[in-house]
């Protein structure tokens, strides 16, 4: 069945990088994407990333891509207190549309 | 071009009550996710529809809810009976096609709480 994990916190001081990290279980997802949640908002789509790629950096954000770990990972560099939110990792599933299995989230807090 | 609007922000219902939720997808786009978001937990889909087609209702429960898009107007879900369980927050995306890279956007979220 389809599933992703992540894990559920993460604390990082300003101006550090931050790594969240995520795990899924459908081989066959062909888009993995990194989604930013504020408080009482909807979702903001950060990037995404195709399968056969391993890497894609956009500005601060760098996304890692282990096909063969089904392992998914989102830098962020040079952390700021404004990054501080909600991260959801999802695949979009099989089926010929894109319904996005999203994973718990990890919560994400930036201290001076 | 506006956004993806949802109204009402929150909903407040008794048990027992009707919820119905209102979703106006991005201008141009005819394919509308609905997903639900309990208390700490990640959004989980519910059903994908296109104009006045349901095409996966298969992450909604089969009794008490239902969905329609239709040719004129927003996409409605609808809670009848509502109870407690049904506290959360429901979120609509809409998007242009059905290509993977076809970005969701996704409006504000309905935060229904059940009394």
């Known amino acids: 069945g389809e599933d992703v994990e992540q894990s559920l916190f993460l604390s990082v001081r300003e101006g550090d990088s931050s790594v969240i990290n995520c795990t899924y279980t459908?081989?066959?997802?062909?888009?993995l994407y990194w989604y930013k949640q504020e408080p009482g908002a909807g979702l903001q789509l950060l990037t995404y990333i195709f399968s056969n790629m391993d890497m894609k950096q956009d500005q601060r954000l760098t996304v890692l891509l282990n096909k063969k770990d089904k392992h998914l990972s989102l830098r962020i560099a040079d952390t700021q207190t404004g990054d501080s939110a909600i991260y959801f990792c999802a695949e979009s599933s099989t089926g010929g549309y894109n319904k996005l299995i999203f994973g718990a989230g990890t919560r994400l807090a930036v201290h001076p | 071009n506006a956004g993806v609007m949802q109204n009402p922000r929150h909903l407040v219902r008794r048990r027992g009550q009707e919820a119905r939720l209102r979703c106006s997808p991005m201008k141009g786009h005819s394919h509308v996710y609905w997903y639900r978001q309990l208390p700490e937990e990640g959004l989980k889909f519910m059903v994908y529809l296109q104009k006045e087609n349901i095409i996966d209702e298969s992450g909604m429960p089969k009794e008490r809810f239902s969905a329609e898009f239709p040719k004129e107007g927003p996409s409605i879900l609808r809670i009848q009976q509502v109870v407690r369980g049904d506290s959360a927050a429901y979120f609509c995306?809409?998007?242009?096609?059905?290509?993977?890279?076809?970005?969701?956007?996704f409006g504000p979220g309905t935060r229904l709480t059940v009394l």
């Open positions: 459908d081989s066959s997802s062909t888009y």
């Open positions: 995306a809409s998007s242009p096609g059905t290509g993977r890279s076809n970005e969701q956007f």
